[in-house]
């Protein structure tokens, strides 16, 4: 089975998927794939599982990274914020965004995870340039700006095309891009209407493969 990332062309023939996403619209030399598809990230990973690797997907979408929140681990815990803003940088952009971003508080996402957890339910509002910076953000109810303009990640292959997928998912269309900075973020922001995380999450939990495991 395969939940979580942007690994499509990383994939086995036969795979049964489950929130997995595509770096990129367009591939090439690519064989037709026999994947049980439960759900996807968003559409624009749905349209590649129909168009490039010719399955079957239903309307259904939900990144398992929104679930986080859900963990009892982290569902009974208590915080307390310490910051206004907190960065958490694509791990591609830590020196970029320690030049460029300003003084606010880093959170490098190569930390423990519950480091990161625990530094994001902390802060008021956080900024990143990573995906599940922003989608583990949002589980927890944490605003999140979207930044990255020019910054290393958002060159790299596929560029944003995996945060539109998400924000898709979620009725939002931010196809102008992330934001170059703080303070122009704040002018844009990405607060987000929770029903659809909630919307997301019941999808996820409906269409995990319970068969499989049986």
């Known amino acids: 089975m395969s939940a979580i990332g942007s690994i499509y ?44 690797y010719k399955c079957k997907a239903p309307y259904l979408y939900g ?21 206004h803003i907190g960065l958490i940088p694509h791990f591609n952009d830590i020196q970029y965004a320690k030049e460029t971003w300003g003084s606010y508080e880093i959170m490098e996402p190569t930390n423990n995870y519950k ?45 944003v095309f995996k945060y539109q997928d998400y924000f898709l998912s979620t009725q939002r269309d931010f196809s102008n891009g992330p934001c170059l900075n703080v303070k122009t973020a704040m002018k844009d922001n990405l607060y987000c209407n929770y029903d659809s995380i909630q919307k997301l999450k019941q999808t996820l939990y409906s269409t995990f493969p319970y068969d499989i495991f049986a």
């Open 9 to 52: 062309h990383l994939l086995p023939t036969k795979c049964t998927i489950w929130g997995t996403g595509c770096v990129k619209r367009y591939c090439t030399n690519i064989k037709k794939k026999n994947w049980d598809v439960r759900c996807t990230r968003g559409p624009l990973s749905r349209d590649v599982v129909i168009q490039t």
């Open 63 to 83: 990144d398992p990274g929104v679930l986080i929140s859900d963990v009892p681990e982290f569902k009974s815990q208590k915080y307390v914020k310490k910051r």
């Open 115 to 159: 480091e990161v957890i625990k530094f994001i339910n902390e802060s008021e509002i956080i900024a990143t340039s990573s995906l599940h910076g922003i989608i583990v953000s949002e589980s927890f109810g944490v605003p999140v700006f979207w930044l990255g303009k020019n910054a290393p990640s958002q060159k790299s292959e596929g560029g």
